[in-house]
């Protein structure tokens, strides 16, 4: 019986609590699940993305199954292919996120055939975004309740504050 892999993509810049419960849960549906970090400069992300593998290996640390990729300009399909996935994991956590993601996934089954397993955000998590992680923390609030504390240092530490 072949393994079920599964690739959960994103630019994980920063990655939050919402990013950390998708991954938890997805990690339960596959044998091998890739957590892809994409870059995507439009973004205009905060991190490196070394510094964003060496946070998200950390992060998943406690899933033996769970591997950390960086993918700078490749679609998701080629790497899902190339990576043996069967499913690229998306989650949403509103109807802007659904439009998108429905987008997506014809695409992606069109050109190669593969499926797309979509995650609701959970209801405490779905407000929580990267981009507005950033924006609090540029302005110099406590965003630690909606993100690792690891996640929490390095950006007070990226922002100058430690």
């Not at 995507?40 to 998200?56: A, W």
């Not at 014809?106 to 209801?123: H, S, Y």
Request: hydrophobic share 45%.
């Amino acid at each position: 019986m072949s393994k079920r892999i599964g690739l959960y993509t994103g630019t994980f810049d920063v990655a939050t609590n919402g990013h950390l419960d998708i991954i938890a849960r997805s990690a339960k549906l596959f044998d091998i699940l890739y957590v892809g970090i994409f870059d995507n400069v439009k973004k205009n992300p905060i991190f490196s993305l070394n510094e964003r593998q060496d946070m998200l290996v950390k992060l998943v640390s406690q899933y033996e199954h769970v591997k950390v990729v960086v993918h700078e300009s490749q679609l998701t399909v080629h790497v899902a292919k190339d990576l043996g996935a069967s499913a690229l994991v998306r989650s949403v956590r509103n109807g802007q996120d659904l439009a998108y993601e429905s987008e997506m996934c014809f695409f992606n089954q069109q050109m190669t055939g593969i499926e797309t397993i979509v995650l609701l955000a959970n209801p405490e998590l779905q407000y929580i975004s990267s981009s507005r992680i950033k924006e609090l923390a540029a302005m110099g609030m406590d965003v630690s309740k909606w993100v690792p504390a690891l996640v929490s240092d390095e950006l007070e530490n990226k922002l100058g504050r430690k």
